[in-house]
Each structure stands twice: as structure tokens, then as C-alpha cells.
């Protein structure tokens, strides 16, 4: 099944599932031929040219994308959020989310290699094992050797499907959910260090600044409502 889209005079033909950016001012039509699922994330016009600085407005504005598990876990959670959208601290976590979907999409090879279904749904039960426990410690062994993968295959295959390490992976969802306690409970920046399962408070108060460019503290204090 593929979309036509005509965007600023220029044409394409695309098999879904695919990535559309629409850019305010450019004129575009489409056709779409049978009914299907879409995900629309709409900014403000005014972001235009930010948002051109950080390359998150390719020249190839149609792209054919690949749902791998990253994305899937992405619109999952995008979708539940919406659903409570009204909830404290859900906005900043839902803008945090559409980026880092976007930003997955479009670090994608723009010729997908092929890969093997098999593969993909043991990495898909590893990323979902990964949600759930994040905030435990995480016997790699046992859960490469449990999903039917050794420790170096399960590395080698994770490439295929995701621009970062299984760490960092890891990394930004203790980030997130650091962050989602920050701004939801009075728990003191050391409790939640401990909750999320961090080294200890001065590792965590380190990489939430790398990260969110202030430190815990910081960030609870400029974020008070």
C-alpha cells in the first residue's frame, strides 16, 4: 500500500508505513487510496526554523520508516499519554516523547536493510522486559540467554534496531522516569536516586544535568507550578 503526496511541486510515491513532514507554507496534497492508521504531531509555525536547526526538518519531506520495536514501545506510550494528557507533568513528558520519535525515525537508513522477524521480536520482548524493570539490576546473561541469544549476538542484533546502547537505552528511561517523580512527588532528589535505582545521588545528579542541562534540584525548582 503506498500514499501520494504532492509537496511543493514535488512528488512521491511511498510504501507505508511512512514519515511525512509537513513544513507551513508549503503548499501539500495527498491521496490516500484505502483507510489507515495515522499519528499526527503538530507545532507551532513559529518553530519552524528551530526545529530546521536541529534537523528535524529533512529535505526528503516523505520517507518510508520501518515500526521497530523502539518505535512501537514510542507511539505506545505517546497514545497512552495523550489519554491523560490532563495529568501533571504528562505535556512535558508527552514533548519529550514526540522527539525522541521523531528523532528515532529519522535516523533511519533510508533503505532499511532486511532483517530477520524472529530476531525482531526477541529484541521487541527484551525492550519490553526493559520498560517494565529499568529500575532493577538487570542480569544481561540471563536475559540474553532466556530470549535464546548470547551475550554478543543480543549486541550485535540491538545495532540493527536502535542508534543507541542497551545502557544508554536504559539510561534515558531511569532519566524519564527521574524526572516523572521530580515532577509528581515531594520526594527528595536522594529518595528518588534511590528508587530509580541510581549508583548513588551525585552519578545521578550528574547525568540528569548532562542530560536536561540543570540539576535535579534545579529542575523541580524552575518546574514548580
Request: proline share 5%.
Given at each position: 500500500?503506498?500514499?501520494?503526496d504532492?509537496?511543493g511541486?514535488?512528488?512521491?510515491?511511498?510504501?507505508?508505513p511512512?514519515?511525512?513532514v509537513?513544513i507551513?507554507?508549503i503548499?501539500?496534497?495527498?491521496?490516500v487510496l484505502?483507510?489507515?492508521?495515522a499519528?499526527?504531531?503538530t507545532y507551532?509555525?513559529e518553530?519552524t526554523?528551530p526545529?530546521?536547526?536541529?534537523?528535524l526538518?529533512?529535505e526528503?519531506?516523505?520517507r518510508k520508516v520501518?515500526?521497530?520495536?523502539a518505535?512501537k514501545?514510542?507511539i505506545?506510550?505517546?497514545q497512552?499519554?495523550m489519554k491523560?494528557?490532563s495529568?501533571?507533568g504528562?505535556?512535558?513528558r508527552?514533548d519529550?516523547?514526540?522527539?525522541?520519535?521523531?528523532?528515532e525515525l529519522?535516523?533511519q537508513p533510508?533503505?532499511p536493510?532486511?532483517r530477520?522477524?524472529?530476531?525482531?521480536a526477541k529484541?521487541g520482548?527484551?525492550?519490553?522486559f526493559?520498560?517494565r524493570?529499568f529500575?532493577?539490576?538487570?542480569?544481561?546473561e540471563k536475559?540474553?540467554r532466556?530470549?535464546?541469544?548470547?551475550?554478543?549476538?543480543?549486541?550485535?542484533?540491538?545495532k540493527?534496531?536502535?542508534?543507541?546502547?542497551?545502557?544508554?537505552?536504559?539510561?534515558?528511561?531511569?532519566?524519564?522516569?527521574s524526572?516523572r517523580?521530580?515532577?509528581?512527588?515531594?520526594?527528595g532528589?536522594a529518595a528518588i536516586?534511590?528508587?530509580v535505582n541510581w549508583r548513588?545521588?551525585?552519578?545521578?545528579?550528574?547525568i540528569?544535568?548532562?542530560?536536561y542541562?540543570?540539576?535535579?534540584l534545579?529542575y523541580?525548582?524552575?518546574n514548580?507550578?
Amino acid at each position: 500500500m503506498f500514499s501520494d503526496d504532492l509537496i511543493g511541486g514535488k512528488s512521491y510515491h511511498t510504501r507505508y508505513p511512512n514519515l511525512a513532514v509537513k513544513i507551513p507554507g508549503i503548499p501539500h496534497e495527498y491521496e490516500v487510496l484505502k483507510p489507515r492508521d495515522a499519528l499526527s504531531l503538530t507545532y507551532a509555525s513559529e518553530l519552524t526554523e528551530p526545529m530546521r536547526a536541529a534537523g528535524l526538518l529533512p529535505e526528503i519531506q516523505v520517507r518510508k520508516v520501518t515500526l521497530t520495536p523502539a518505535v512501537k514501545v514510542m507511539i505506545l506510550e505517546l497514545q497512552t499519554l495523550m489519554k491523560n494528557s490532563s495529568e501533571f507533568g504528562a505535556p512535558d513528558r508527552l514533548d519529550l516523547l514526540a522527539f525522541r520519535l521523531i528523532e528515532e525515525l529519522l535516523l533511519q537508513p533510508l533503505e532499511p536493510q532486511s532483517r530477520d522477524v524472529f530476531i525482531e521480536a526477541k529484541i521487541g520482548r527484551i525492550v519490553s522486559f526493559f520498560q517494565r524493570n529499568f529500575s532493577t539490576d538487570i542480569d544481561f546473561e540471563k536475559l540474553c540467554r532466556d530470549n535464546g541469544l548470547s551475550r554478543r549476538s543480543f549486541f550485535r542484533h540491538w545495532k540493527t534496531f536502535y542508534s543507541v546502547s542497551p545502557m544508554l537505552y536504559l539510561q534515558d528511561l531511569k532519566l524519564e522516569e527521574s524526572r516523572r517523580l521530580l515532577d509528581t512527588t515531594d520526594d527528595g532528589v536522594a529518595a528518588i536516586a534511590r528508587e530509580v535505582n541510581w549508583r548513588d545521588t551525585a552519578y545521578f545528579c550528574r547525568i540528569f544535568r548532562q542530560k536536561y542541562g540543570v540539576t535535579p534540584l534545579q529542575y523541580r525548582k524552575r518546574n514548580i507550578r
